[in-house]
């Protein structure tokens, strides 16, 4: 009894509770409220949940379709050409089954419409379509590497048979020596046949821009910084710049390319090239820096300012192609790009134009060898901070395992202290290897090609000596052709190498990390009246660019 008082309101209120839950009587005006909130709440819930589905899902579908559209807009705006595959070359597997690229740029001086007209000037003389600019691009098979090799536009040579879709003739046009720039007059396969049964080099691709298609590219980059080491006006190109660095957008990068007496050399074969290469090497620079193929809206101006620009090969003639080809060249680092110009000497028949130098032959044969050019230019070992700012790694993060196979004491030990004093990764190792070994190897890993050259130029080891192997490091097999000296003896280095250094003699070589100003020609190659004032009239060489730059106050500079 003496508990009772407390039990029963406890089993009451746990009663309460209960039948409220149960739907019992005592509770049933509750349990039937909050049902009824409940689903209402299910129901307003279902109702986003369904909203929300329906417009993702149309948001995906409106995403697709503007794709689609920009997808179909910029294959749309694309100009194609065929190529004769028997006239362009074959490209030569690696060992691995890997192929190069090779692609001919043309810049084309055709005043096809009023824009080119406005901008090429020189309409009414007509004369028919050549290039104003001829570049082969070559990408090596493993993408470690590029060069690119400049031709010069008055280059006098023997020119093949070609069908040609511009000939007008059902035969096409026979063999004949002219300038090698006249036969994109019958069209861009003739071009390349010409290009092709010069240099031997395999033409994979072709790409072809005229005046317009240069501004509105240069426009849609944003403009390319280059620098000029002393003032410049060329009456010729109408390109005027002061001394200094200067941004070149639309007319005044066009300007700028077409130079013919404005740079050393002062000519069409050697400052036209030298000025072009300074300039791609700034735009290459610029795009990687400033990430523009990354950022959708500067992808989507730059692919249609391009796409309405260019004409190529039918292989290249989609987004899909033009992208490939974009991410293989991406691949190789600015340090990794070399830019030559075909040797050449003045024809002895015509002191106006050129004809093959010595060299050029062992340049050409370099490049369809699929040989990198870059490790004989001469630039700074691994260890160095001109190229550690280029390249997509951190030399420190390179480990290499190096082995004595030369059976002398302490030489891994020796070659290991000079990679790690170059920069390379203090974890790298040294050992004995389990045999001696005559020649000295470098092997890597898949996917590290670039990491092993690297090492291989810091310590003067050939290409031809890197191989990919089939382990998971760097591994530098130190032979009985290396027993003294941490630098590979050049009296070792392969014929292949000794190349290398033949094909770039007197091939002005520039790398693609150089931002050196361009030289202004200190030369008499600007033509003047009688009064002294710089004229594009074929009269005299009367003075310098520099002079002439000095002499046309009233004309406004092509960049401030």
């Avoid at 070609?162 to 396969?189: E, F, H, W």
């Avoid at 070149?248 to 740079?263: I, N, P, S």
């Avoid at 260890?383 to 002398?408: I, L």
Wanted: aromatic residues 4%; hydrophobic residues 35%.
């Amino acid at each position: 009894m003496a508990n009772g008082p407390i039990t029963a309101p406890r089993d009451r209120a746990r009663t309460h509770r209960r039948s409220s839950r149960s739907g019992e009587p005592g509770g049933g005006h509750v349990t039937s409220g909050r049902s009824a909130t409940r689903k209402a709440q299910r129901k307003r819930r279902q109702r986003v949940f369904r909203v929300l589905a329906c417009t993702a899902a149309a948001l995906v579908v409106v995403a697709a379709g503007g794709f689609f559209y920009i997808y179909r807009q910029l294959n749309g705006n694309i100009h194609t050409a065929a190529i004769d595959a028997k006239s362009a070359g074959t490209e030569k597997k690696d060992a691995f089954g890997r192929s190069p690229i090779n692609i001919l740029v043309i810049g084309s001086d055709t005043r096809g419409d009023k824009a080119d007209c406005g901008l090429g000037g020189a309409c009414e003389q007509g004369g028919g379509e050549r290039a104003d600019v001829e570049m082969v691009v070559h990408i090596s098979a493993d993408r470690s590497n590029a060069t690119v090799l400049s031709i010069p536009r008055d280059l006098v040579t023997s020119l093949p048979p070609c069908t040609g879709n511009k000939t007008g003739q059902s035969g096409g046009v026979g063999a004949r020596t002219d300038m090698i720039n006249s036969a994109l007059t019958y069209g861009p396969d003739c071009q390349v046949a010409a290009v092709h049964h010069l240099t031997g080099i395999p033409i994979d691709h072709f790409m072809e821009v005229d005046f317009a298609g240069v501004v509105s590219i240069s426009d849609a980059v944003g403009g390319v910084g280059i620098c000029v080491d002393k003032n410049v006006y060329d009456p010729s190109s109408h390109l005027k710049l002061s001394a200094g660095p200067h941004t070149l957008k639309g007319v005044a990068a066009l300007e700028f390319l077409r130079t013919r007496h404005g740079f050393t050399g002062g000519s069409d074969n050697v400052g036209r090239t030298s000025g072009q290469h300074a300039f791609l090497s700034a735009a290459m620079k610029k795009l990687n820096s400033e990430g523009t193929l990354t950022n959708p809206v500067k992808v989507l101006k730059l692919a249609n300012a391009t796409t309405k620009a260019l004409t190529v090969d039918q292989n290249l003639g989609s987004i899909s192609g033009l992208v490939g080809l974009a991410q293989d060249f991406s691949k190789v680092p600015a340090n990794r790009v070399t830019f030559v110009t075909m040797q050449n000497v003045p024809d002895p028949g015509n002191q106006a134009r050129v004809v093959q130098g010595p060299g050029a032959a062992t340049l050409f044969r370099t490049i369809a060898d699929d040989q990198s050019l870059t490790i004989a230019t001469g630039k700074k070992s691994a260890g160095s901070s001109a190229r550690s700012k280029t390249q997509p790694f951190d030399d420190s993060s390179v480990a290499v395992h190096v082995e004595n196979g030369t059976g002398t004491a302490n030489r891994a030990h020796m070659i290991l202290q000079a990679l790690t004093d170059a920069g390379f990764s203090s974890g790298s190792t040294a050992d004995n290897a389990g045999t001696t070994a005559t020649t000295t190897t470098l092997t890597y890993p898949q996917g590290e090609s670039a990491q092993a050259k690297a090492v291989a130029s810091a310590l003067g080891l050939p290409t031809s000596d890197v191989k990919q192997g089939s382990g998971n490091e760097i591994v530098l097999l130190i032979g009985s052709d290396w027993m003294t000296g941490t630098a590979y003896p050049s009296s070792h280095r392969s014929s292949a190498s000794a190349d290398t250094q033949k094909a770039l003699s007197g091939a002005l070589a520039r790398n693609g990390s150089d931002s050196a100003c361009v030289h202004v020609s200190t030369d008499r190659t600007i033509n003047e009246t009688a009064d002294g004032k710089p004229t594009t009239a074929v009269t005299k060489w009367g003075t310098t660019p520099s002079v002439a730059y000095s002499r046309s106050p009233d004309v406004k500079d092509s960049a401030p």
